[in-house]
């Protein structure tokens, strides 16, 4: 294309368009009061705070703020000291750490949330009622994860909702179901990886076996996971952790693969399974084959920022991905199947924030991206806005065409928190639709749009 798109004349906003309770998609709303009832106790929302008692040695404030905080916080605190010599060490050892930080910084738990949060698919992620979102490849059946660490599976019966809930089940941030399963289900969260076998003939609520729970390291918390195409493998990444890890899940044994620079925010397999992608927490992602074929890696660099959000077509010719400083939507071509050889990436679409008809305010820095899986719907939700546009893309061998299509707002001032294509869905009771956006509101209420 000879210039970018961008969102000026943009159509109006869409009309609001329900499936009907014959079509038996879940009526699903979350209030606060369901997911924190009175005296229910919540941890602070401020991780950074760490109190240390003034009373105790220097010794011991050094060691819990290194426990809490990470190494160049308790340099910090050594600077403090009454001896010249350690505090001019400290100041010494603070400075060059400062300088190198993005080769050996620590990330201890506490500040490792803000990280989840700040490369999270999920707006506002830390306070989002609604976590995350994620339809089962094969059959009826969607996954939500709240505030609370519950994920609830809904399927097309309204009387039995599967509850998964574990002591070890703390701050979720990314779902998968294994493809080829009827009900296997992983939960990327705080403590690692949670494997849950959730029995699609069961009419009761709670599974009868406890999840597996598959950890490695300082591989944790869990930013991403996602199934290989035939379900055999899966593989993870942490913002704490400069390797991705690759499961066999049966065995509970993972192989450590592509050590990088920084730490990893997000990884996932291509539809074909052919290539995957990984970001780091910098400016660098990666392109890499996938065994059996011959391994190879691209590394590639963002203008300004990090990955914030890609999406493939389900031929893996065509990649499309947004980051956390540019607004834009960029576009990367497939040279050669499998051999991760991608031609440089241009901008495809100008998202600058601009005001649609009636002065709502639409575009910005992007927060998600999501495209149907007919590769005919591309939707983008943004980091301060609160509609959601949707493009319509024609792919023609190695060509792409994408035109404006519409504008989804919510009700009142809510937000799109998180958004995914239910992966199955069927063309049904004469309905014009092709595919069915499915999208978590910041107000806990869950909204099925058909496209």
Avoid at 68 to 78: K, P, T
Avoid at 418 to 447: K, P
Wanted: a positive charge; glycine letters at 6%; charged letters at 20%.
């Amino acid at each position: 294309m000879s210039r970018a798109l961008n969102l000026s004349n943009f159509p109006p906003s869409a009309e609001v368009i329900g499936f009907s309770a014959r079509d038996h998609y879940p009526y699903i709303v979350f209030t606060r009061e369901m997911l924190h009832p009175p005296g229910h106790s919540r941890r602070s929302e401020s991780t950074r705070d760490v109190m240390v008692p003034v009373t105790e040695s220097l010794p011991k404030r050094i060691l819990a703020i290194f426990m809490e905080l990470g190494l160049l916080e308790a340099l910090g605190e050594a600077t403090q000291s009454e001896s010249r010599f350690v505090a001019r060490a400290a100041t010494y050892l603070q400075m060059i750490g400062r300088r190198f930080k993005q080769y050996w910084q620590s990330y201890p738990c506490e500040l490792s949330m803000d990280l989840v949060a700040k490369h999270s698919q999920t707006r506002n992620w830390q306070k989002s009622t609604i976590r995350c979102l994620s339809w089962h490849p094969l059959c009826f059946k969607l996954a939500v994860a709240t505030i609370d660490d519950t994920v609830r599976i809904y399927t097309r019966n309204p009387g039995v909702t599967p509850i998964l809930r574990s002591s070890l089940q703390k701050a979720v941030t990314c779902l998968a179901w294994r493809p080829y399963t009827g009900g296997e289900l992983a939960i990327g969260c705080q403590s690692g990886v949670l494997i849950w076998s959730v029995d699609p003939t069961s009419q009761i609520t709670r599974p009868l076996s406890q999840a597996v729970h598959l950890q490695h390291g300082r591989h944790q918390p869990v930013t991403a996971v996602s199934w290989s195409s035939n379900g055999e493998l899966l593989v993870t990444a942490s913002i704490n952790d400069t390797h991705l890890l690759v499961w066999n899940v049966d065995q509970q044994r993972c192989v450590p693969m592509h050590r990088v620079k920084l730490p990893c925010a997000l990884v996932s397999y291509a539809p074909l399974g052919y290539n995957m992608i990984a970001s780091t927490i910098g400016k660098d992602f990666y392109l890499c084959t996938v065994p059996p074929e011959r391994v190879t890696r691209v590394g590639w660099s963002t203008a300004n920022g990090s990955l914030q959000s890609f999406a493939w077509s389900r031929d893996e010719k065509h990649l499309l991905f947004v980051t956390t400083d540019d607004m834009k939507l960029f576009y990367m071509r497939l040279s050669g199947l499998k051999s991760a050889s991608y031609e440089l990436a241009f901008p495809l679409v100008d998202l600058d924030q601009k005001l649609a008809d009636g002065g709502l305010a639409i575009g910005g820095k992007a927060q998600s991206l999501a495209w149907c899986p007919r590769d005919r719907f591309l939707a983008i939700s943004f980091k301060n806005t609160a509609a959601i546009a949707i493009f319509f893309t024609n792919l023609a061998g190695l060509q792409i065409n994408i035109d404006p299509y519409c504008l989804i707002f919510g009700v009142g001032v809510e937000y799109p928190s998180c958004m995914c294509y239910q992966e199955n869905y069927q063309q049904e009771y004469d309905s014009d639709a092709q595919s069915v956006l499915t999208i978590g509101w910041s107000s806990g209420r869950v909204e099925y749009y058909p496209l």
